[in-house]
């Protein structure tokens, strides 16, 4: 069996509860949207003891704000209602661990193309917390910008920590 087989088998499981509660509403019942890593070790919904349905989570490599992340909070304040965006990036990302450059370097030497898109590698995670909140504040798509928030999340003990977003 595959891992693909193995989690769908999982998922039937999980289904029969989803259909037993009566679904889960689309909108966040919290009015936040929350960009996040996708490290497995980070559990956005443990973390920030998050039930079902109440938030936006956005999750790529490092939790980097991109096109497609503001793309997607434009979607979640305007068409879905939330208010208020949380930024998490954590210890130990392997976001840290090359430069840009190595990467569309070791892309195109194993490929023949190079990438069009940035990896968005990063060498500090509160220097890049506070990049991540100066684009989606300076974004006009996203209206509500006031409580943008960032935080380094301590994979050794699981606390998050606020980045001051206006040190520079």
Do not use: Y
């Not at 892309?107 to 898109?117: A, M, Y």
Request: aromatic share 4%.
């Amino acid at each position: 069996m595959t891992v693909t087989e193995a989690l769908l088998t999982r998922n039937s499981d999980h289904s029969a509860e989803v259909r037993a509660h009566g679904g889960l509403a689309a909108k966040g019942a919290q009015k936040v949207a929350v960009v996040a890593c996708m490290d497995s070790r980070v559990d956005v919904f443990a973390n920030l003891r998050l039930a079902p349905g109440e938030a936006h989570v956005i999750r790529n490599a490092g939790g980097v704000v991109t096109e497609d992340t503001i793309r997607s909070l434009t979607i979640s304040q305007r068409l879905m209602g939330t208010e208020e965006i949380i930024l998490i990036h954590h210890t130990d990302c392997g976001m840290l661990s090359f430069t840009d450059e190595e990467l569309r370097r070791t892309l195109e030497e194993e490929t023949g193309t190079r990438p069009t898109w940035e990896p968005g590698a990063f060498t500090d995670l509160a220097d890049d917390i506070r990049r991540s909140v100066a684009r989606i504040k300076s974004s006009p798509f996203i209206p509500h910008t006031d409580a943008v928030r960032g935080f380094i999340l301590d994979l050794a003990t699981g606390r998050l920590a606020e980045v001051d977003a206006a040190r520079a």
